[in-house]
Nanobody, 114 residues
Framework: VQLQASGGGLVQTGGSLRLSCAAS????????MGWYRQAPGNQRALVGS???????HYADSVKGRCTISRDNGKNTMYLELNSLKADDTGVYYC?????????WGQGTQVTVSS
């Protein structure tokens, strides 16, 4: 199983971004999937997730600005983040949590700058 994250880059403050995470391989017993991010000097923190049943959860820091979605036909998950702030800067990692293990993408850098 491989997860390929893409869509990062340099974005202006107030702008928007859309990250993609394409999954390949056979994945069974999916519990949830989503995105973490790691800001410089900080631990990896959850941005948002979507369960196998479709329930979504977002971190307080992105609530109202963030949408996680998935396209099952394309085996791809998306993260859209609007009204970007400098604090949104970091490496974004997608993940899929199954029973019994967790799969990670390689990370994509997002830098928000004025």
């Amino acid at each position: 199983v491989q997860l390929q994250a893409s869509g990062g880059g340099l974005v202006q403050t107030g702008g928007s971004l859309r990250l993609s995470c394409a999954a390949s391989g056979s994945i069974f017993n999916i519990n949830s999937m989503g995105w973490y991010r790691q800001a410089p000097g900080n631990q990896r923190a959850l941005v948002g997730s979507i369960t196998s049943g479709g329930s979504k959860h977002y971190a307080d820091s992105v609530k109202g600005r963030c949408t996680i979605s998935r396209d099952n036909g394309k085996n791809t998950m998306y993260l859209e983040l609007n009204s970007l702030k400098a604090d949104d800067t970091g490496v974004y990692y997608c993940y899929i949590q199954t029973i019994p293990r967790m799969y990670w993408g390689q990370g994509t850098q997002v830098t928000v700058s004025s």
